[in-house]
């Protein structure tokens, strides 16, 4: 599938790093440095704005590595981009760290998956079908 897309940052446009990779890295494209303090949230800009068809979505999710070796993550994880949205994607990061944590101008700060996905529509009614796990939910299964 090709998706048309706007790059008005100095960067690649996003790619798989992998051969099996789901995401794409997304890049800062913030003109230079940009502090986050400890438990401080920033709007980051990309340079990029999407055309994605009807019935697909993007979802922008957080980078593993960011957030195991600094605590940064994306605050509404996964951010959801829809099809008629042609704004500029940006990625709302927080700092859930105890230092200080600089983002540079280029780097990959988030990553982006296309996802297909189906609308529904929802029917009122008194009761749904009981099932074996019924109500059971939040670890009720005892696994951690």
Do not use: C, W
Not at 21 to 42: I, Y
Not at 73 to 80: E, K, M, R
Not at 82 to 97: F, P, Q, T
């Amino acid at each position: 599938m090709k998706i048309r897309i706007v790059n008005k940052s100095s960067h690649p446009l996003p790619a798989y790093e992998t051969e099996h990779s789901a995401g794409m890295d997304l890049r800062a494209f913030t003109g230079g440095p940009v502090t986050l303090k400890p438990m401080e949230r920033k709007l980051i800009p990309t340079g990029l704005y999407i055309e994605l068809p009807v019935g697909y979505e993007a979802q922008v999710r957080p980078r593993s590595g960011l957030a195991i070796r600094h605590g940064i993550t994306v605050l509404n994880s996964p951010g959801t981009i829809d099809a008629d949205y042609r704004g500029e994607i940006g990625v709302i990061l927080i700092n859930l760290s105890e230092s200080e944590f600089t983002i540079n101008d280029g780097d990959r700060i988030a990553q982006m998956i296309i996802s297909q996905y189906v609308k529904v529509e929802l029917t009122g009614t008194d009761s749904i079908e009981m099932t074996a796990r019924g109500e059971g939910g939040f670890g009720h299964s005892g696994r951690i």
